[in-house]
């Protein structure tokens, strides 16, 4: 082998130049006051994201009634009045959905109530949905927010809670981990071992969706796995909830409030993560069809298997309802990536959703901007292109959806 020689590397004036902190301290900030203009000249002139509203057949739609029934009850005057625009469409918001859902419950018209509202009723215990794998890019956080955006719509309670330190999610549902989190505001604030804890429901906040809460995430959450090990060898306080049990305890407190909450886990499984897992009801792979992605997953599963085992032991109790494989960023004209999803599917069976979610440019795109598709309106993208992703999406979420009402017993 060849001797390397190192003092070659060592610059002769190396007093004069900065230290490694300095320089990346002063990127950091070039980075984060160029990402603060960017955001303000996207979300210009407010950086507060407003939901856009939905036309008549559109939310005709997603009531569940015919678009005439819709003009009748605004023209009989029952109910919110949509707004008029110039064209002379009716339009509106998802607060004026909810609205005339609660109204269209209480007279039910033959129908049963949840058809119209379909909260959690007695005996329907909470969803906690976690959204994982320990791939990056294997599209946890996208799934993460269109789920959470798609139940919200479709009139359910939801709570998104961001895992990742990274909080791509909480970028997407309009909090920037940035500039509006700032200390003792994520997840961590709930869960932590110290005097500071805070009940999660200060922490929590609404979004630009009605009926869609966030518990924003930032870097402040890896201090969760830096004080675990320290209160376990402290050893637990009497009525303290271990490390697997915090975000369980958590989410307790406010579980009346919500139907579903889904969780983004981050792409490694620490503390934070196993207690994610733990708090859930049911769990959602994310899974990429490519060799190396499902050679990583594999090592995932075995990890996971053998974390829960310990957590089993230490007491801690864990049954889902469901576990499913989502196949996402498919792209069902490339052979290696069938093949894989085959294999997948001949292994896993129907713990493989049957729907996968499709690549698309309109998703990317969409996450290019921290926009999801649901924000965006089918104008503000080539029509083909949005609605191919939208079906795909809702093909997805609806099969999810389905899962969660055969939790509840509903079907
Ligand atoms: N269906 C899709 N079509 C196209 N791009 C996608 C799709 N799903 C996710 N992406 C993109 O892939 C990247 C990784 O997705 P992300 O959801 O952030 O993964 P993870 O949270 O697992 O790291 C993002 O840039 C996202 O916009
Ligand atoms: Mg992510």
Request: proline letters at 4%.
């Amino acid at each position: 082998m060849r001797e390397i020689n190192v003092s070659v590397a060592i610059k002769p004036n190396r007093m004069a130049l900065p230290s490694v902190d300095e320089t990346i301290g002063a990127q950091a900030e070039l980075l984060s006051s160029q990402l603060q203009s960017m955001s303000e000249a996207l979300l210009a002139p407010s950086s507060v994201k407003t939901l856009r509203r939905f036309t008549s057949g559109e939310a005709a739609r997603l009531i569940g009634v015919s678009d005439s029934t819709l003009r009748k009850m605004s023209l009989a005057g029952e109910g919110p009045q949509p707004e008029v625009a110039s064209n002379g469409r009716r339009l509106y918001t998802l607060a004026n959905i909810n609205e005339i859902r609660a109204l269209l419950a209480r007279s039910a018209r033959g129908r049963e109530s949840f058809e119209f509202v379909p909260h959690r009723r007695d005996g329907e215990h909470l969803q906690v949905l976690a959204v994982t794998n320990f791939k990056g890019g294997s599209g946890k956080t996208t799934t993460t927010a269109h789920l959470a955006q798609y139940l919200a719509l479709q009139g359910y309670r939801v709570l998104a809670v961001d895992l990742d330190p990274q909080a791509s999610l909480s970028a997407l549902l309009g909090v920037l981990p940035e500039l509006d989190v700032t200390a003792n505001q994520t997840l961590y604030a709930a869960i932590r071992y110290d005097a500071e804890r805070r009940k999660l429901s200060d922490i929590i906040r609404p979004t630009y969706f009605e009926g869609l809460d966030l518990v924003p995430g930032n870097l402040e959450l890896m201090e969760f796995e830096h004080t675990t090990p320290k209160a376990l060898s402290a050893g637990t306080r009497s009525g303290e909830a271990l490390f697997f049990a915090r975000v369980a305890a958590a989410l307790d407190e406010v579980a009346d409030r919500y139907d579903v909450v889904v969780i983004d886990c981050p792409p490694q499984l620490g503390f934070l993560t196993l207690s994610g897992l733990c708090a859930a009801t049911s769990m959602i792979v994310t899974v990429h069809p490519q060799m190396l992605d499902i050679s990583s997953m594999s090592q995932f599963l075995l990890m996971t298997r053998d974390l829960l085992g310990v957590v089993r032991d230490a007491g801690g109790e864990l049954k889902y309802d469901f576990i499913r494989y989502l196949l996402t960023r498919f792209e069902p004209q490339d052979a290696p990536q069938t093949k894989v999803a085959a294999l997948l599917r001949n292994l896993f069976d129907d713990h493989v959703l049957t729907n996968p979610m499709v690549k698309s440019a309109a998703v990317s795109d969409a996450g290019l901007t921290k926009q999801t598709l649901y924000e965006i309106g089918r104008e503000n993208l080539t029509r083909s292109t949005y609605d191919r992703a939208m079906e795909a999406l809702d093909a997805v979420n609806s099969e999810v959806e389905m899962l969660i009402k055969q939790a509840w017993g509903r079907i």
